[in-house]
């Protein structure tokens, strides 16, 4: 993990985000300025006016070197702190840099109230505002991750910057990071094998038959285990050859198993970790866009049984989740569609930006998908960090899930997922509107952008109905009496409802 640098111009409230970014993440916050400050036992003000601006950017120089032996932080720059090209150098190599930008209105109102604090725009604030933005334009928009902070609160724009750089410390459950995009590239498996030992020792990586093809060989020196490919061994026989073989290479409860791959082998990797010597660490590197977005979060593992998905398993979270879209590359075309059935779920969920987004086809989605990935990413992290055990507002994740599992379950898993949970969604989407609950407005734009995507929006020809019913009555969602399901409201908003009569809400 590396330092996290926040620049822009003064008044864009670097260091007040900041804090609530590193307060976010569990990491140290530094203020480069107050750096300089102590080092120097002068204030900014008295160092310009005593040694000028030259000597004051030498110093900044050789402080942001000094950060090259500090510990993984969120760092405060100077609004001229990165003008210095060894500086940015010095920066983008050792860490990610998020520009904060406002408008002039917003930096002169923030500024007033520190008047003497900046040297550089004394005296005439708003015109010398305005000709050092103008001045240094061109340097600012050279950096291509920034935000926006006007009329946000600082937990707002702490929170969306975290969604830029793809930066998130979870707690509610258990303490782990999520890491997503390719300043952290596993192109070889020291990122990762740096963090396994920092946890503990005896590593073993478990991935499936495909993913190994294409990814196990970037893990060389770490001892590895294939299972099979698909759905269809998500059972517990394939738990029993985990266990088998954590024996097998030695593990025991210092140990940390890392989960390779799609859904599946997160799932089923983290339910054997759970319950392995009464629990081992594991951490989760998802290979498969919906493995990415959903399944690895959450801390939900498990294993299938013939009468339906997931019905045995455990909350147990990994230590670490490493999300690089460059894995993404290799995924067949039918499972990176499969996979934003999910993304299009949770814009339907709370973010009707992500939606939107979703609605633009595959060509937008492949040339976009790590920033289609941090922002489907952060909906679900939210969630789970607000309800970890689905005692409530969890449950809204399930939405398309119901009717998606029973489907799944009956095709005998030729459909995948992701094509199940986007047939579930028009089906609940159809129910919610005929009792009700949401438009036909709503359920045109779910079944259009679904459409859009290439995914399955009906039922297909021939599935028997009272088998999906059937399978649906068995549903881990269920109570004594009802099932509860997910429902849209509208775009950005669902609702959860106890359902008594299933074949009220797969009626045609």
């Not at 500090?70 to 190599?93: C, T």
């Not at 629990?279 to 919906?290: F, R, S």
């Not at 021939?462 to 099932?483: L, Y």
């Amino acid at each position: 993990m590396t330092h996290i640098f926040l620049y822009g111009p003064p008044g864009t409230g670097k260091s007040t985000v900041g804090k609530t970014i590193a307060r976010n993440l569990t990491l140290p916050f530094i203020d480069l300025d107050r750096v300089i400050e102590n080092s120097a036992g002068k204030s900014i003000p008295q160092i310009m006016e005593a040694q000028g601006e030259p000597a004051f950017r030498d110093m900044e120089s050789a402080a942001l070197k000094n950060m090259q032996s500090e510990q993984p932080s969120v760092i405060a720059l100077g609004g001229g702190a990165l003008l210095r090209e060894e500086n940015r150098a010095l920066a983008e190599s050792n860490g990610q840099i998020l520009l904060l930008m406002a408008k002039l209105n917003t930096l002169v109102e923030r500024l007033l109230s520190e008047e003497g604090k900046r040297p550089l725009l004394a005296g005439d604030l708003q015109p010398k505002l305005t000709a050092l933005l103008e001045k240094r334009r061109e340097h600012y928009n050279s950096f291509p991750l920034n935000l926006h902070v006007d009329e946000k609160t600082a937990e707002q724009n702490a929170f969306a910057a975290q969604i830029l750089l793809g930066r998130h410390h979870l707690s509610a459950m258990a303490e782990y990071d999520v890491i997503v995009g390719q300043a952290f590239s596993l192109t070889n498996s020291r990122d990762v094998a740096s963090q396994a030992s920092s946890l503990t020792y005896g590593n073993l990586i478990v991935t499936d038959e495909n993913v190994a093809k294409h990814h196990l060989e970037k893990f060389a020196g770490i001892k590895s285990f294939v299972i099979p490919a698909g759905e269809e061994h998500k059972t517990l026989e394939t738990i029993h050859a985990l266990w088998k073989a954590f024996l097998e290479n030695g593990l025991d409860r210092k140990s940390t198993v890392i989960a390779l791959g799609g859904g599946v082998v997160t799932d089923m990797v983290g339910f054997a970790a759970s319950s392995y010597m009464r629990g081992i660490n594991w951490i989760a590197l998802p290979t498969t866009l919906l493995g990415m977005v959903d399944a690895s979060i959450g801390g939900k593992t498990g294993f299938d049984l013939p009468e339906g998905k997931n019905l045995i398993g455990a909350f147990y979270p990994p230590r670490l989740i490493v999300a690089d879209a460059g894995f993404l590359s290799t995924l067949p075309e039918r499972e990176l569609i499969s996979g934003m059935a999910e993304a299009v779920k949770h814009g339907i969920i709370s973010d009707p930006e992500l939606f939107d987004l979703c609605t633009r086809g595959m060509d937008w989605v492949k040339a976009n998908l790590e920033a289609l990935v941090k922002r489907a990413m952060a909906v679900k992290i939210k969630v789970i960090e607000e309800d970890p055990y689905e005692k409530g507002f969890r449950a809204a994740l399930n939405l398309g899930h119901t009717v998606g599992h029973a489907v799944e379950l009956v095709s005998k898993f030729e459909l995948r997922h992701g094509e199940a949970v986007a047939i579930g969604m028009v089906i609940e989407a159809k129910y919610a509107q005929k009792i009700g609950l949401t438009t036909q407005s709503v359920v045109e734009k779910i079944e259009a952008a679904l459409t859009s995507l290439g995914l399955p929006t009906h039922i297909p020809e021939g599935m028997p109905r009272d088998e999906i019913i059937k399978a649906m009555r068995v549903d881990k969602k269920k109570n004594a009496k009802a099932i509860r399901f997910a429902l849209p409201v509208e775009i950005g908003k669902v609702e959860l409802v106890e359902v008594t009569d299933l074949e009220e809400v797969i009626e045609d």
